[in-house]
């Protein structure tokens, strides 16, 4: 089925030409502009352009990087071992214990089965597949090395893997906490606050003015409980849909890179991707300016995304990576130093390289520092809220005990 593209792309004197297309899919663009000369930097579908499209704030469940992985690997080993690949396919199919996996190795044999190339069934609009994977493949069958170009892909979704693993394990140990006070607030305002202050009230006591705030929060949560759950409700959905806009991604990502070590982390954590991505991609031969459009994607980072931005302007103009890349203050100034460095020398890849080892390296020492000073933080704040409550049961107590001793 036919469809309507817009397109940026390069002409051989490195001019900017605007313009459209009609054509099956992206890959197909992508060679027709190349046939004319062109080099695309962004290709855009008129129509996905053009519509509000509801999917955009639905959760799509996305393919894990862990099972992109082993996908690339299983691939990679039959392709290298002189397997037809249509029976290939078929035996990765049913040996994959991915419900997502396997409906797309399922929808890749039938289209593979039709005529067309993997990278072509990887791109089709019901695909969950990675732009970044299906460019890479498209590229691994154009040059016959798709075995080499799966198994670094393989390597790279595995590294994605693990550093996405130690966010959620930071993340882990500040939800649990919070669960556990909560869990612990409901329990004394549920149970054992009624229970004392019925106690109290038999023996004609003045409840102390820290109890009486407490039971009038804990009165306020039971009577319009209802009410405040809709409320947090519709805050969340609100936050959720935010955070999928533009303006919203970037107010999100400034406060977090404003944060004490929280920021500095995830910028090493951005850094990562981008030398990783950035290196896989050179490695295989894509140009710099149509590797940025991929790059940018892969980031997960507004605030990247700006200096990404900066850079492929400053690519068409002829002029450095690494200076355009500081032009949004976001990459620190060693990794902008490293990337100039390889402009220098030419010896870009190997930089990037090392600068994927280096800042794997950093952003695991600081989710070390990130997990010892939540800690004690949450410690602090969630005993001083379950001590207030415990305080505000034993005042009243004290005083009843008093009022028996004399």
């Not at 890749?108 to 990278?119: L, N, P, S, W, Y």
């Not at 004490?260 to 981008?274: A, C, D, E, Q, S």
């Not at 001590?387 to 005990?401: D, H, T």
Request: glycine share 6%.
């Amino acid at each position: 089925m036919l469809q309507d593209y817009n397109y940026r792309a390069l002409d051989n004197e490195g001019k900017i030409v605007l313009g459209s297309i009609n054509e099956e899919n992206i890959l197909n663009v992508r060679l027709s502009l190349k046939n004319q000369g062109l080099l695309p930097v962004r290709i855009e579908n008129v129509r996905d352009s053009m519509s509000f499209d509801l999917k955009a704030f639905k959760y799509k469940k996305q393919i894990k990087s862990d099972v992109l992985s082993q996908f690339c690997r299983q691939l990679a080993i039959i392709i290298a071992s002189g397997i037809n690949i249509l029976k290939g396919l078929e035996i990765m199919a049913d040996k994959a214990s991915n419900k997502r996996l396997r409906s797309e190795i399922t929808q890749i044999h039938q289209e593979v089965q039709k005529g067309r190339t993997i990278a072509e069934a990887m791109s089709g609009r019901e695909s969950y597949m990675p732009n970044l994977l299906t460019s890479m493949v498209a590229t691994g069958e154009t040059s016959g090395s798709l075995d080499e170009v799966l198994i670094n892909m393989g390597e790279f979704y595995e590294n994605d893997s693990r550093i996405k693993q130690k966010i959620k394990s930071a993340a882990i140990y500040p939800i649990v906490m919070i669960i556990m006070a909560i869990g612990l607030i409901i329990f004394f305002f549920n149970f054992l606050l009624p229970q004392m202050v019925t106690l109290i009230a038999a023996s004609g006591s003045t409840l102390p003015l820290l109890t009486r705030i407490v039971i009038g929060i804990g009165n306020i949560v039971r009577d319009y409980f209802l009410l405040i759950f809709v409320v947090l409700l519709m805050i969340g959905a609100g936050f959720a849909i935010s955070v999928k806009t533009s303006r919203g991604r970037l107010v999100l990502d400034r406060l977090i890179f404003k944060t004490p070590i929280l920021g500095v982390t995830m910028r090493n954590v951005t850094t990562l991707r981008f030398a990783r991505t950035a290196h896989i991609l050179i490695k295989s031969g894509i140009p710099m300016l149509q590797s940025l459009d991929f790059i940018k994607q892969n980031l997960d980072n507004a605030l990247a995304e700006q200096s990404i931005d900066f850079a492929i302007e400053g690519l068409q103009k002829g002029e450095s990576l690494a200076l355009n890349l500081d032009k949004a203050k976001y990459f620190d100034s060693m990794a902008i130093q490293m990337i100039h460095i390889g402009e220098e020398t030419g010896e870009l890849e190997n930089i990037l390289k090392e600068m994927g080892d280096f800042y794997n390296n950093e952003a695991e020492a600081g989710f070390s520092k990130l997990v010892a000073m939540v800690e004690p933080i949450m410690l602090l704040v969630i005993g001083s809220v379950v001590s207030i409550v415990i305080i505000s049961v034993m005042l009243p107590m004290m005083g009843m005990l008093s009022n028996i001793r004399r």
